[in-house]
Structure formats: structure tokens, C-alpha cells
């Protein structure tokens, strides 16, 4: 079982639909928790943090539930522009501070 | 805007060659990764360094795979021999440090193509 999982999609949406990604993670000394978004053949760019809270960007809402284990990212009003590969990633904060990535979310946005 | 660079961007080479990749990182950053990221997978990290030293390196496989950073600024990432399941983006990354939270930067990446 691989230590972060994400449904790898595609999602294909319209513009200005709201989507929303899910990531489970099973190792319980993850402490810090992150959403990178990756366009095709590029490299990952930092999105967002997760906070144990819930954390709001613009259109982009990420959510953490440790006792679940799961994460969550919402888009509302999905614009062309958001077409591409959503990596889940967790920071596991032993004595590597590893960075562990799930396999990403495709989406795809339509006009 | 300070950036990671990473060169050659595009690599094509025959099974049993060598290759070198080449990394520097943002100035000012003793963190430096590399990863390797397969298509449809997320990056895989292959070995971390605090300055000079390896920090991470239990994912590298050390019969063909080397890294060095000699002067804790840039570093090389080597395969020799190359096999045909190296195929891959090799995605090298820095951060101001190694412990607690810091944002990785990632470089534009190197495509190596083994045939």
C-alpha cells in the first residue's frame, strides 16, 4: 500500500464547476501536509498548505482530518487555467522530514 | 525570482551509457534534493543533502546511481550503466534548511530517455 493515495481521475469538469480531491495518507508520524499542483511536463509548484483548521486560498479550500488520516481540496468556479496534476504530499517529520507524494489528481477543465 | 537550474533540460542515451545530470540550487539553501518521478507517479526522492553531507540516500540504488555535492553548493546525479526503467524526469529541489517546515523549490527538471 503506498504511504499516500489519491484517485489518480481524470476529472473532467466545465468551467465554473466545483471539484473537490481526496488523499489518504497512512503513516501517523506525517505532520505536515501540503497540495502541489503540477502542469504537464513541468515541474511541481507549491499551491498550498493544510492546516489542521481548514485553510482558504481564493477558489482553493484545503481541509485535514488526522484522525482519518484524509485530506481534501476543493476548487470552486474551476477555470481553464486549473488543467493539470494535483499532488497530494505529506511531510513526514521523524528524523527524515521527508517529503512523501501521492501519485496526483488529474483534472481537466472544459469551456 | 530566484530559481533552481538544472541541465541538460532533455537527454536521450543507449542502455549500458553513463549520463550526469547537473543541479543548483537557489543560493543560500544547505537542502538540496533529487528526485525521480516516473510518468503517472509522484516524485520519488533518491537522495537529500544538508551542505556536503548525505543526509537521505536509503531510496538511491547505489550500483549504478551517484550524487555528489562536494562543495555543498551544486550538485551531480550519475547513472552508469543506464538500464531502460531509468526512464524518467529527474527533478532536482532545494530548502533554506532540512528540519521543520520549509518550502521545496523545485528545478524545471531533466528527461532522460534510455533506449
Known amino acids: 500500500r503506498k504511504e499516500v493515495e489519491q484517485d489518480p481521475g481524470p476529472f473532467n469538469v466545465p468551467e465554473g464547476a466545483t471539484v473537490a480531491f481526496n488523499c489518504t495518507y497512512s503513516?501517523?508520524?506525517?505532520?505536515?501536509f501540503f497540495w502541489y499542483r503540477q502542469d504537464c511536463r513541468k515541474e511541481p509548484k507549491l499551491l498550498m498548505s493544510?492546516?489542521?483548521s481548514g485553510n482558504e486560498d481564493g477558489r482553493f479550500t484545503a481541509q485535514l482530518n488526522r484522525a482519518s488520516q484524509y485530506i481534501s481540496l476543493l476548487i470552486r468556479d474551476s477555470k481553464l487555467s486549473d488543467s493539470a496534476t494535483y499532488l497530494c504530499?505529506?511531510?513526514?517529520?521523524?528524523?527524515?522530514?521527508?517529503?512523501?507524494f501521492g501519485s496526483g489528481t488529474r483534472l481537466l477543465v472544459r469551456p | 525570482e530566484a530559481e533552481v537550474a538544472q541541465s541538460p533540460r532533455y537527454k536521450i542515451t543507449e542502455k549500458s551509457q553513463a549520463v550526469a545530470f547537473w543541479c543548483d540550487p537557489i543560493?543560500?539553501?544547505?537542502?538540496l534534493y533529487w528526485y525521480r518521478q516516473i510518468l503517472g507517479q509522484g516524485p520519488e526522492l533518491l537522495v537529500q543533502?544538508?551542505?556536503?553531507?548525505?543526509?537521505?540516500d536509503s531510496q538511491l540504488p547505489k550500483d549504478r546511481f551517484s550524487a555528489e555535492r562536494l562543495k555543498g553548493v551544486d550538485s551531480t546525479l550519475k547513472i552508469q550503466p543506464a538500464e531502460l526503467g531509468d526512464s524518467a524526469m529527474y527533478l532536482c529541489?532545494?530548502?533554506?534548511?532540512?528540519?521543520?517546515?520549509?518550502?521545496?523549490?523545485f528545478g524545471p527538471g531533466t528527461r532522460l530517455t534510455v533506449l
Open positions: 529541489a532545494s530548502s533554506l534548511r532540512t528540519s521543520g517546515y520549509n518550502e521545496q523549490f
Open positions: 503513516n501517523s508520524a506525517s505532520q505536515s
Open positions: 493544510v492546516y489542521s
Open positions: 504530499v505529506v511531510n513526514r517529520e521523524d528524523s527524515s522530514y521527508k517529503l512523501i
Open positions: 543560493s543560500g539553501h544547505a537542502t
Open positions: 543533502f544538508q551542505d556536503e553531507s548525505v543526509v537521505d
